[in-house]
């Protein structure tokens, strides 16, 4: 029973892991790609939002842990400085993927908000149950309960990653016709674009093996900050 745990435990990681890696191109190749116009990747994500007549969000720069993401509440997309001013495929799909976002509303906020909370489940909850399954080995409880309680968090959290990934694909789908009248004199580079865009659709599925990173460089106090703060300027008083 402990080794079949164990088994179901790794095929979870395993995924994890694919959808890392697939994610993980974006960056290592996408972003070494030029994209067919000079355009970076916050004017791509403005002129789409123009064109949903989507203009009430509002790109901010932001280099934490966690960023590169919309927060509806705000309406604001939070984008790295070095993914919001280049000019190459991989940060147009990591910033037009976010933006996708942005067009989630009315019906469709509430799996937008329902997908952020499950993110949120996936980053930090592995690491509160390993602290638990530990805390059930020092109580000298059977290991393969503290093996049962890990494999059944990481189980379900990966579930509920996998059944919420529509709202991904989703963001993607509301980009197309933006995507097909601006690029239609660049048909393969429209391809590749499609491409690092469904990487970008699974990647928070491999965040539950980056759980403890999660919870040591945002989560602590004074590690970082959970949620970006945006301060905004002070109106000059009139004399």
């Known amino acids: 029973m402990l080794a079949l745990f164990i088994l179901v435990l790794a095929l979870c990681f395993g995924v994890c892991q694919w959808a890392a890696g697939r994610a993980d191109v974006v960056k290592s190749q996408g972003l070494k790609e030029r994209a067919p116009t000079?355009?970076?990747?916050?004017?791509?994500?403005?002129?789409?939002?123009?064109?949903?007549?989507?203009?009430?969000?509002?790109?901010?720069?932001?280099?934490?842990?966690?960023?590169?993401?919309?927060?509806?509440?705000?309406?604001?997309?939070?984008?790295?400085?070095?993914?919001?001013?280049?000019t190459s495929m991989g940060a147009w799909a990591v910033a037009l993927h976010e933006a996708g976002h942005a067009l989630q509303t009315d019906s469709a906020l509430s799996d937008l908000k329902w997908r952020q909370t499950v993110i949120r489940l996936n980053r930090y909850g592995p690491f509160f149950a390993l602290v638990a399954a530990g805390g059930l080995l020092f109580l000298r409880l059977p290991p393969r309960i503290a093996v049962l309680l890990m494999v059944a968090c990481c189980v379900i959290f990966l579930l509920l990653n996998l059944g919420t990934l529509a709202v991904e694909y989703n963001a993607n789908a509301r980009l197309r016709r933006f995507l097909e009248k601006h690029l239609d004199r660049y048909p393969d580079a429209l391809d590749r674009l499609n491409g690092y865009l469904g990487r970008m659709a699974v990647r928070e599925v491999g965040d539950l093996i980056q759980s403890p990173r999660y919870f040591f460089l945002s989560a602590l106090p004074g590690s970082g900050k959970l949620r970006p703060t945006v301060t905004e300027p002070k109106k000059d008083e009139e004399t």
Do not use: C, N, W
């Open 38 to 86: 000079a355009h970076t990747a916050t004017e791509m994500v403005k002129l789409f939002l123009a064109y949903e007549g989507a203009q009430d969000v509002e790109v901010v720069e932001y280099d934490g842990v966690v960023t590169d993401y919309f927060d509806p509440a705000r309406r604001k997309l939070f984008l790295r400085p070095r993914i919001a001013r280049s």
